[in-house]
């Protein structure tokens, strides 16, 4: 006997809630969405600015609205400091709200 999954039968009960949804509800009730979107930039870094440039970060983290980074490349700070209203930017409209205001490299 194959067991086949039918969507028509999938349907959920009404007032369940998903594990997302349950997720964001607790981050929205504890204040806790800025401390969690502040760690996701690490991850979110990345796909920002692709795995060339993410290979030559050393460190990243956020403290107080700015995005602090430390890079093995002197060139590519500095081609980095040209684009970062871009990269603010680019962030802010992923998170959908102003989570970055500067960046610093270090």
Do not use: C, H
């Not at 349950?22 to 930039?41: G, T, W």
């Not at 890079?71 to 970062?84: M, Q, T, Y």
């Not at 871009?86 to 205001?101: A, R, V």
């Amino acid at each position: 006997m194959v067991y086949r999954f039918k969507k028509e039968n999938a349907a959920r009960r009404p007032g369940a809630t998903t594990v997302g949804e349950a997720i964001n509800k607790m981050l929205e009730m504890y204040r806790l969405r800025p401390q969690f979107d502040e760690s996701s930039v690490k991850v979110y870094w990345e796909k920002l600015v692709g795995k060339e440039i993410a290979s030559r970060t050393s460190d990243i983290y956020v403290k107080d609205k700015i995005l602090f980074l430390r890079l093995d490349s002197a060139p590519l700070a500095n081609e980095l400091v040209i684009a970062k209203r871009k990269l603010i930017q680019s962030l802010n409209d992923s998170f959908g709200y102003e989570l970055i205001t500067d960046i610093v490299f270090i």
